[in-house]
């Protein structure tokens, strides 16, 4: 079974970057939509970020100009780079994929700490 691993995560100040690495243990060339989430303590887990097969788009309103999800299928990997990051990103977050194609047992996730 493919196992998601996230990675890329850390401390950052307000108005700085990070790019996140989402890594699959095995294919994700047949999964239609892969997503990014995130969840802060005592909150729902909230999609951030999702990318089909056919590279189309969407993102939540919160994140709209400063976030970018892509997807390498050869390389196994999603990636969301984050930038102009605020207080109100700071979460742990975790890719998954769709339910009916590609989704899998949550993993660890990584955390996203921003703050001055």
């Known amino acids: 079974q493919v196992q998601f691993v996230e990675s890329g995560g850390g401390l950052v100040q307000p108005g700085g970057s990070l790019r996140l690495s989402c890594a699959a243990s095995g294919s994700i060339f047949r999964i239609y939509a892969m997503g990014w989430y995130r969840q802060a303590p005592g909150k729902q887990r909230e999609l951030v970020a999702t990318i089909t097969s056919g590279l189309i788009t969407n993102y939540a309103d919160s994140v709209k100009g400063r976030f970018t999800i892509s997807r390498d299928n050869a390389k196994n990997t999603v990636y969301l780079q984050m930038n102009s990051l605020k207080p109100e990103d700071t979460a742990v977050y975790y890719c998954?994929?769709?339910?009916?194609?590609?989704?899998?047992?949550w993993g660890q996730g990584t955390q996203v700490t921003v703050s001055s």
């Open positions: 998954n994929g769709d339910k009916i194609t590609g989704y899998n047992s």
